[in-house]
């Protein structure tokens, strides 16, 4: 993904280009609300907080829309994550925002009135 | 050097423990964060970037202190977020001090004056406050995108100072730093009467080839080498001079992710301060299930590429002291002479 490119509203369906576990990761690095679509047709929507594919049975950890938890939620309980919420982040990736930083920095390289 | 010899004994005497017992893996410092809310909103900065519901979570003071006790690390940094919105920051400090721990509260400094006057807090060798400060007055409110700050946490540092307090500075230097302004900056937080400054360069990943990441690291090293070249006698740092040295390049270390391990709301942070991977349960279960292979520079690991962090190489250069005669007579001599 680019520095400004969001997931914000993407709505995957899984076994079409795209695996369960890559939806999980990307959730999992998405800073925002996400709804999770479980195999039963419930939903829950929350922060994706984390997630263990090295355990016997795998499970993503979610806070949900009100704060309470953690929600743990098997892999396999799992239909699809939706990207419903707003993305904290959007715009303002730290590589961006690393490249403005520096260049500021140039920029107050050049002399300043004492005291400033 | 500054920080004070009960507080370096307690270190010294903790690392030698944990030798002796064999344990190659241990914590130095707990980053503790009890909350990621803010009353700032820095532009780049990774922790407030979460939905509502998040921020307005915290931790309880009980599950700071199960951590605590847990990790077991002599010092405790209580980062953010802005600890002083946490509502029981008083409660936690004092519960940490009775613990003997030495706490480094990090704050912007913005709500201190107001927590000071209520008598939120009492002076203590073992607290000290870690003023945020990127600099002079033009850099630091450029950094924290608002005017008038550093001139708040100017007045802030005196209050502390006045009444009996402990504190310290943390600045963050990035590629592009002015070594004459930064040698300025210096000066102006000893006038003020800080005990020591802490510096460390912020953290940079970039995916580029193998010469790119050299010429990245080199300039770093540059930057150091510029600023602390020739250092003031009256300068005072509170951190390791082999860290400092290592920033200047004279001195080669690898990254110990597991000596300032980070515990908040989602738990134990895997690997570091810096990434976030997933969370532990528990700190024995971030010790033992964590990759810590895939970290560091050797590991090829691209995101650790260029890293310098304190977070990650302080430990190093702490242990190392220890490790060797030679490492104890290196820090010994830098700390006595002044020379880096
Ligand atoms: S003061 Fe610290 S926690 Fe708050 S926004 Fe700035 S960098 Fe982030
Ligand atoms: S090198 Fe830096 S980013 Fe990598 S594990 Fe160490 S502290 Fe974290």
Known sequence: MSDTESLEGWV???????????VVERAFDYRGNVTVVKADGTRLEGYVFNRNRDVAVPFVQVF????????????????????????TAAGNSYAAWLRAKEASQQRLGTPLPPGA | MSVPLSQMWAVASYVIRQRLAGRTRYPLVLML???????????????IQYPAQILKKHLTVEQCLGAVDECGAPVVSIPGGEPLMYPEIGRLVSELVARKK???LCTNALLLKERLTAGVFEPSKYLSFSIHMDGLRAEHDEAVCREGVYDEAVEAIREALRRGFRVTTNTTLFDGANPLRTREFFDAMMDLGVEGMMISPGYSYAKAPDQEHFLRRQRANELFS????????????????????????????E???????????????????LLQEGYAATFKELLETTRWERYGKKSGNEKCRDCMVHCGYEPTAVNHTFASWRG????VTATVTGRL
Not at chain 1, 65 to 84: E, M, S, V
Not at chain 2, 328 to 331: A, G, I, M, P, V
Request: aromatic share 16%.
């Open chain 1, 12 to 22: 995957p369906a899984i076994g079409h280009g795209v695996t369960l576990e890559e």
């Open chain 1, 64 to 87: 949900d829309r009100a704060g309470a938890g953690p929600l743990d939620i098997p892999y396999a309980d799992i239909r699809t994550i939706l990207f419903t919420g707003k993305d």
């Open chain 2, 33 to 47: 964060e009890p909350l990621f809310r803010c009353n700032l909103a820095c532009a780049g900065c990774g922790k």
């Open chain 2, 102 to 104: 030495y706490v480094y």
């Open chain 2, 226 to 253: 510029r600023i602390l070249a020739d250092p003031k006698r009256r300068w005072k740092f509170n951190q390791s001079p082999l860290f400092l040295q290592f920033l200047m390049g004279t001195r080669d270390f």
């Open chain 2, 255 to 273: 990254c110990t992710p597991w000596g300032n391990p980070t515990y908040n709301i989602f738990g134990w942070q895997r690997p570091c301060y």
């Open chain 2, 328 to 331: 104890f007579r290196d820090t």
